[in-house]
Nanobody
Framework: QLQLVESGGGLVQPGGSLRLSCAASAMIFNSDAMGWFRQAPGKQRELVAFVTSSGDYTKYADSVKGRFTISRDYAKNTVYLQMNSLKPEDTAVYYC????????????????WGQGTQVTVSS
């Protein structure tokens, strides 16, 4: 029943890297935009990054800018989040989401979420 499936999380030391994957159905993948969110314990879910359907525009949260890269593989209907120089504060459950885009902003389609994948950054 799930249309978005996240994977690639795990335990990594500070400064390490992980690549998260979001496998989506074709219909979801062809949405106006795809985004990655994260939610840490006791924290509100926050938008980490998004990419438009054409892949020509991306935007990142200030906290991850320069360290994370969002991309998409059209042949595999998969969105990736490459996470480098990881910090303990990056620890969270990461979720994939479909949304719409205009005026430089991402608007979530709340009905479409994956199950999440846990990322833990610890020494």
């Amino acid at each position: 029943q799930l249309q978005l499936v996240e994977s690639g999380g795990g335990l990594v030391q500070p400064g390490g890297s992980l690549r998260l994957s979001c496998a989506a159905s074709a219909m979801i993948f062809n949405s106006d935009a795809m985004g990655w969110f994260r939610q840490a314990p006791g924290k509100q879910r926050e938008l980490v990054a998004f990419v438009t359907s054409s892949g020509d525009y991306t935007k990142y949260a200030d906290s991850v800018k320069g360290r994370f890269t969002i991309s998409r593989d059209y042949a595999k209907n998969t969105v990736y989040l490459q996470m480098n120089s990881l910090k303990p504060e990056d620890t969270a459950v990461y979720y994939c989401n479909a949304g719409t885009y205009y005026s430089g902003n991402y608007y979530s389609l709340s009905a479409y979420w994956g199950q999440g994948t846990q990322v833990t950054v610890s020494s």
